[in-house]
């Protein structure tokens, strides 16, 4: 028997259907419910490799560790890259399959074959892979919460939709609509986004999830009371504003790094000084949650920069991946930070380049994959070449530096050629500069101290390390926290109804609706 389900749909993007996804996954668990989270297609820079080697967003690896399961591709079957405005790289089933333009993809033009005789311009023939990828988790599982992406509303895209009403049509999944009530306008999103939806997408519209709410609940109440009448259509919660709630994001830096992984309220320094990272803002910047766990270290302040001057007083500086190192390369130099890295290494200051960053760093690059421009000088601060593959390097790499155990993935079509220098990770580091492929290094906490240590010697600053701060602890303790904030304030056994049976029978038409 197949599990039940629920999509979780938004007013917009960024509206909150991530955490609540997360929230709702870890209040199932908690109550001894086998459950799994699901996004048919995802758009993000922000990935993570599952322990298959099949490359998912991280929203969707976070909400696995929300429900206590081992993320897979099943939970996120086509995730896209973009490489520009308007052209992504295509990740089916979580292995890259090609370059697609946004017409191409959205449109009707035919294209070139990406795997599974997926077309571009037909992406309804997708519609297929993800479906099959989600009975097969409600095979394996008592429930499946699935996020939608941007909004449902958006008419112009519904006739190939594969992650908002068609998951949902395909599925007959009920579907709960959150809103951000901090933007404003969460009565007339919620109304305009049923009232836009064909007749046969609004059966399955079962209500709405209000977020973000600061104030006196019984004020909103009278609204919640009109909208049900208006649309015949219950609210199953209001959730509190709370800081420190963003879980690893997927378009953007939205959310302040320090409040992505605990509370504003942050315990001070141990040592007498604290530790001004400065985080390289490069153009499509990926996995820039890297720094994450350097944010959750008492007295390491992160911040982002795109000016050289905003170097000066960093103690350490990063050069994060990116989706674009030849681009990067030209925006670092067009920003003067190319001229304040190399002084910086100069004078023995701290500089970390990962991934992107790494390559950036090195002596040459020979890109005819990603940028197709051909031999470009780095920015010579490490003895490295990188060549650019076609095939894409995916894994979840163990080793040790510094005298501790690290763990990592790695994502990246360039491979390096390590001509010297003092080994690190998989590149190397000459002074105070350090490279390396490894995302998500920095999560290992014994490394991250004592990697904290060497920057904060050749800074010269009397910075020294929490001893207990846990990454992972603080990631669970957010986590727990989003289950709290579903169990406190959302209708839970009338979201379990809907998971066990669908969408109530008999909910109104709301007009005008648009053609299905």
């Not at 951000?180 to 049923?194: E, K, N, Q």
């Not at 170097?311 to 674009?324: F, S």
């Not at 290094?441 to 004592?450: G, K, M, P, Q, V």
Request: with cysteine; hydrophobic share 45%.
């Amino acid at each position: 028997m197949s599990g039940g389900g629920l999509l979780v749909a938004g007013t917009t993007s960024d509206a909150g259907k991530s955490v609540v996804t997360a929230g709702i996954c870890r209040w199932l668990v908690r109550r001894g419910v086998k459950v799994a989270p699901f996004k048919a297609q995802n758009m993000s820079l922000n990935s993570f490799v599952t322990r298959e080697g099949a490359e998912i967003g991280r929203a969707q690896a976070m909400q696995a560790q929300a429900a206590r399961v081992e993320p897979t591709a099943l939970m996120n079957p086509v995730l896209l890259k973009p490489g520009s405005d308007r052209s992504s790289q295509v990740v089916l089933l979580g292995r890259p399959v090609g370059e697609m333009s946004a017409r191409g993809f959205f449109g009707t033009a035919g294209g070139t074959t990406y795997g599974k005789g997926v077309q571009g311009g037909h992406r309804e023939a997708l519609l297929g892979t993800v479906t099959e990828c989600l009975a097969e988790l409600r095979g394996q599982y008592d429930a499946v919460i699935c996020e939608g992406a941007g909004s449902p509303a958006e008419i112009n895209l519904r006739r190939t939709d594969i992650v908002n009403m068609g998951i949902a049509r395909a599925a007959d999944f009920p579907v709960v609509v959150v809103g951000d009530i901090d933007r404003g306008g969460v009565f007339a999103s919620f109304f305009g986004t049923t009232a836009l939806l064909a007749k046969e997408d609004q059966r399955l519209v079962a209500g709405y999830l209000v977020n973000k709410f600061r104030g006196d609940v019984s004020l909103l109440e009278p609204g919640l009371d009109m909208l049900e009448d208006l649309t015949g259509r219950r609210t199953y919660g209001v959730l509190p504003f709370a800081h420190g709630l963003g879980i690893d994001e997927e378009d953007g830096l939205r959310v302040s790094l320090r409040g992505a992984v605990r509370e504003s309220a942050v315990a001070p320094p141990v040592g007498e000084d604290v530790l001004r990272v400065a985080v390289c803002a490069v153009p499509l910047m990926s996995n820039f949650t890297d720094v994450d766990a350097l944010a959750a270290e008492p007295g390491v302040v992160v911040r982002f920069v795109d000016r050289a001057e905003e170097l000066a007083d960093a103690d350490l500086v990063v050069v994060p991946g990116t989706r674009g190192t030849v681009r990067a390369l030209e925006w670092l130099r067009e920003r003067g930070l190319a001229d304040a890295l190399a002084r910086r290494a100069a004078a023995g200051l701290p500089v970390l380049g990962i991934c992107g960053g790494f390559q950036a760093l090195g002596e040459l690059i020979e890109d005819e994959v990603e940028s197709k421009a051909g031999v470009v000088e780095g920015l010579g601060l490490l003895p490295v070449r990188v060549r650019f593959a076609r095939e894409k390097t995916l894994a979840r790499p163990v080793g040790s530096a510094l005298g501790e155990a690290v763990e990592g993935y790695e994502i990246h079509h360039g491979v390096a050629e390590v001509l010297g220098g003092e080994a690190f990770l998989d590149g190397c580091r000459v002074g105070a500069v350090w490279g390396t492929h490894w995302h998500g290094s920095l999560e290992s906490d014994a490394f991250r101290r004592a990697f904290l240590r060497e920057v904060a010697a050749a800074a010269g600053r009397r910075f020294v390390p929490a001893a207990d701060t846990s990454f992972a602890g603080l990631r669970e303790e957010q986590l727990d926290r989003l289950g709290d904030l579903i169990e406190e304030h959302a209708d839970t056994e009338g979201l379990w109804r809907l998971i066990e049976s669908g969408a109530p029978a008999g909910l109104p038409f709301v007009p005008p609706g648009v053609r299905g």
